[in-house]
């Protein structure tokens, strides 16, 4: 038997609303496209690059070989900088600070110019990564792909966060490291509403990539199982890993506090620290280029004998890197993280092994691995990325407690000596770090011209005390603006409950109100300013209501009470928007 209910129309409007699934249809299927989209810029960056490095090794004969680094970087720093107008870095801190400030806005120019720029300080010798410049491609794939469909900030952040999983999983086959670095690092919130666009989008490009040039794990090998005694000893291992990011963290940014007081152009700067790259490589020519043959070495065991060999090895990779990067180069961090870590891990073995008995420990190419992890996590302070990414690329989940271990012991380590990571270190000091759901955040989100009231009943300053009171009767306005019948300039403001002493005392009647009760000192509040500096202004001067200036013109009050009724609003977006289904 079958029962017949009676729906009304706006209950059936809300079931048929809330089972809609365009919006939500919308989202992946961007996701996808995206995906897609971010493989091929890595595929075509990364096929680009071997062609060009392998060019630059075979003319690696010629005496001019040295200036291609400086050549390369010049180049690259002045087609951003002085042709596109970018504004420079190393792509994922521009990302992270365009997520906090910007509402996720990227300029579509960053699509190619990434590639183009990272490719030319790459190929040509330059010590640095090319999934930063992906990560940025990707990023604005997103960012403008939101715009072009017209879909609000929360579906924005999804997609860029799309571009820099899609970017990732694709340049190294890992797609639980492209997932997990879009959420760790880029957006710092784990919701469904992101995760799960960006895991169908680490899968399509991923996918992508493997069917354009194969499902190859980039430094696979055959590894021995590892004992207790090898994780006793990452203990050690972890603790100076942690000592080599921070170092190589501080390198970099001493090149670049060097090269910061150079005088010049930064074309030219960026030019001078090519050279030295350059010169380095004549003698060592494993510290050029991305530095991945260095990797293979060291996980196959077939490194240079000797201690000594490998330390210059190690040493002058890390002064290439901060070179590069340093000058003003554009590249990541990834891959010169992996090469130096590699390199380090490969060292320790050697070093432990002159103190313990070699049978105790399982090999080289293990420690090689542990070394990646911990470098990696020291200066990107991301434990998460660490693990999957070493775990991904090396296939060596024979080691995951090791590496476990080494990684988060690295980045809390590092993390007493550089509390901020090398993606965020730039940003907190320029108050550019703003995290999801943090107060900064919610406040950089509030558009202060949106709360102005703007339809309010003004007076001249000549206007008898008498009549402002008729005034008063006639509006519910506890602030009054004082603005100049002549040129409308914005002379003050009276605080009726404040001033109320001044208006009703019958002496005052035939005095100007200009003269009386006008307050001349209030703090005045622009259009560049944003909803927590106006709040920190409130709370210095005491006072709940302010007056907007643009232009030079007055256009309204702003009170606290509206930014906190906003900021109560975004809060409840957030949490409304944490489910995708």
């Given at each position: ?20 699934p ?77 997520v ?14 990434a590639?183009?720029?990272s ?55 890992a ?80 090149v ?93 073995y ?9 049978h ?25 990325t ?111 409950v ?14 100007n ?21 106006i709040?920190e202004i409130?709370?210095r ?41």
């Open positions: 038997m079958f029962h017949h209910t009676d729906y009304s129309p706006a209950q059936l409007r809300a079931f048929l609303h809330f089972r809609s365009s919006k939500n249809a919308l989202l992946i299927f961007a996701a996808i496209l995206v995906g897609a989209c971010s493989a091929l810029a890595a595929v075509a960056l990364n096929r680009a690059l071997d062609y060009l490095a392998t060019m630059r090794v075979t003319h690696s004969g010629h005496w001019w070989v040295f200036m291609l680094p400086a050549a390369g970087a010049a180049a690259a720093v002045f087609l951003s900088r002085n042709i596109l107008k970018e504004s420079g870095g190393h792509g994922v801190g521009e990302v992270i600070a365009k906090g400030l910007k509402q996720g806005f990227l300029r579509p120019v960053s699509i190619i110019s590639l183009v720029t490719l030319l300080t790459i190929a040509s010798g330059g010590s640095a990564g090319p999934e930063a410049p992906v990560v940025l491609s990707g990023s604005s794939m997103g960012s403008n792909l939101s715009r072009l469909l017209r879909m609000g900030g929360q579906s924005r952040m999804t997609l860029i966060g799309c571009g820099a999983a899609g970017s990732i999983s694709a340049i190294f086959n797609p639980v490291t492209g997932m997990i670095f879009a959420v760790e690092i880029i957006l710092g919130e784990w919701t469904p509403y992101h995760l799960i666009p960006i895991a169908i989008s680490s899968v399509v490009a991923t996918q992508t990539s493997r069917l354009l040039q194969g499902n190859v794990i980039p430094f696979s090998q055959d590894f021995p199982p590892m004992s207790f005694i090898d994780l006793g000893v990452s203990v050690l291992l972890a603790m100076l890993a942690s000592l080599v990011s921070v170092g190589f963290v501080r390198a970099i940014r001493q670049g506090s060097i090269w910061a007081g150079m005088s010049g152009v930064q074309w030219i700067r960026a030019g001078i620290g090519g050279l030295c790259v350059g010169l380095i490589g004549l003698v060592f020519p494993y510290s050029l280029g991305e530095g991945y043959n260095s990797i293979k070495m060291a996980i196959h065991g077939t490194l240079p004998t000797g201690f000594l060999v490998v330390s210059l090895m190690l040493l002058t990779r890390i002064a290439t890197t901060s070179l590069t990067l340093g000058s003003g180069g554009l590249g990541g961090i990834f891959a010169p993280c992996l090469v130096i870590g590699s390199l380090f891990g490969a060292l320790f050697r070093g432990a092994a002159m103190v313990l008995p070699v105790w420990l399982t090999g080289e190419g293990s420690y090689a691995l542990m070394g990646m992890a911990g470098v990696l996590s020291g200066v990107m302070q991301a434990p998460l660490s693990v999957f990414l070493v775990l991904e690329i090396t296939n060596g989940y024979h080691a995951v407690m090791h590496i476990m271990t080494v990684t988060f012991l690295s980045s809390m380590l590092t993390h007493a000596f550089e509390p901020s990571s090398f993606y965020f270190k730039d940003l907190v000091e320029k108050g550019q770090l703003l995290r999801p759901k943090t107060d900064a955040k919610i406040l950089a989100d509030i558009d202060p011209t949106t709360l102005v009231h703007r339809e309010l009943t003004s007076v001249s300053p000549q206007m008898p005390v008498s009549d402002f009171i008729g005034v008063l009767t006639s509006t519910p306005q506890t602030h009054i603006p004082i603005v100049d019948g002549d040129d409308g300039k914005f002379i003050g403001m009276v605080d009726v404040a001033a109320r002493s001044s208006i009703l005392d019958p002496g005052q009647r035939s005095s109100i200009g003269e009386v009760a006008v307050d001349r000192n209030a703090p005045v509040i622009d259009e560049d300013m944003g909803a927590e500096e709040l409130m709370n001067s005491g006072k709940r209501t302010l007056p907007f200036i643009k232009g030079g013109e007055f256009q309204g009050f702003i009170t606290k009470e509206d930014i906190l009724s906003a900021y109560r609003g975004e809060m409840k977006s957030y949490g409304a928007s944490d489910n995708l289904f």
